[in-house]
T-cell receptor
Framework: SQTIHQWPATLVQPVGSPLSLECTVE??????LYWYRQAAGRGLQLLFY??????ISSEVPQNLSASRPQDRQFILSSKKLLLSDSGFYLC??????????????????FGEGSRLTVL | DAKTTQPPSMDCAEGRAANLPCNHS???????VYWYRQIHSQGPQYIIH???NNETNEMASLIITEDRKSSTLILPHATLRDTAVYYC????????????????FGQGTILTVHP
């Protein structure tokens, strides 16, 4: 069965420090991968998505970057954190057929989330 | 992807059916209706999705109107553990073009199940 893990689960970082959140997926190949952020009391915002190794698309301009060094690994980074980077970060994956369309139900599977507090 | 409109909050008594409405009047012919829920401090969980026929699974039922401009998620016997934010999302099934399987979440409906 497929599983998704992201870590760390919780972290507190000072303003200006670097960030690295990691997400890995097991039990599937060539997934689409996504990073979402949820600020306190607000909805989920898509930050990045990736359809393959080294392929990253950014949805919103920001202080963060993403990388996909391996098929099932997705990393969210920042060189210098801002207060506004605080939030709940969620990694997700989905699987799509070679011509588009969905294999299975086409839903996104989310990780457990990483709660970042920037002080 | 079409936008959706949901009530910001709803209450339901434990053991009763919870009926969560969603309006998606600009839905196009190849767009599906997806429902997710998010329990506090957890990642969203897929519930159900449909195109035009009503759907049922072990978690819920999805009723889509004939004109597809609205739908209702039904939790037949709500429990306290069903308290969560419920998101209705409309999306095409084809990952080609600019979709890439992305889901755009709105504010959802906060469902509170009372004892």
């Amino acid at each position: 069965s497929q599983t998704i893990h992201q870590w760390p689960a919780t972290l507190v970082q000072p303003v200006g420090s670097p960030l690295s959140l990691e997400c890995t997926v097991e039990g599937t190949s060539n997934p689409n991968l996504y990073w979402y952020r949820q600020a306190a009391g607000r909805g989920l915002q898509l930050l990045f998505y990736s359809v393959g190794i080294g392929q990253i698309s950014s949805e919103v301009p920001q202080n963060l970057s993403a990388s996909r060094p391996q098929d099932r690994q997705f990393i969210l980074s920042s060189k210098k954190l801002l207060l506004s980077d605080s939030g709940f970060y969620l990694c997700a994956w989905s699987v799509w057929g070679p011509r588009g369309g969905a294999r299975g139900t086409g839903e996104l599977f989310f990780g457990e989330g990483s709660r970042l507090t920037v002080l | 992807d079409a936008k959706t409109t949901q009530p910001p909050s709803m209450d339901c008594a434990e053991g009763r059916a919870a009926n969560l409405p969603c309006n998606h009047s600009t839905i196009s012919g190849n767009e599906y209706v997806y429902w997710y829920r998010q329990i506090h401090s957890q990642g969203p969980q897929y519930i159900i999705h449909g195109l035009k026929n009503n759907e049922t699974n072990e978690m819920a039922s999805l009723i889509i109107t004939e004109d597809r401009k609205s739908s209702t998620l039904i939790l037949p016997h709500a429990t306290l553990r069903d308290t969560a934010v419920y998101y209705c999302i409309v999306r095409g099934s084809n990952a080609g073009g600019t979709s890439y399987g992305k889901l755009t979440f709105g504010q959802g409906t906060i469902l509170t199940v009372h004892p």
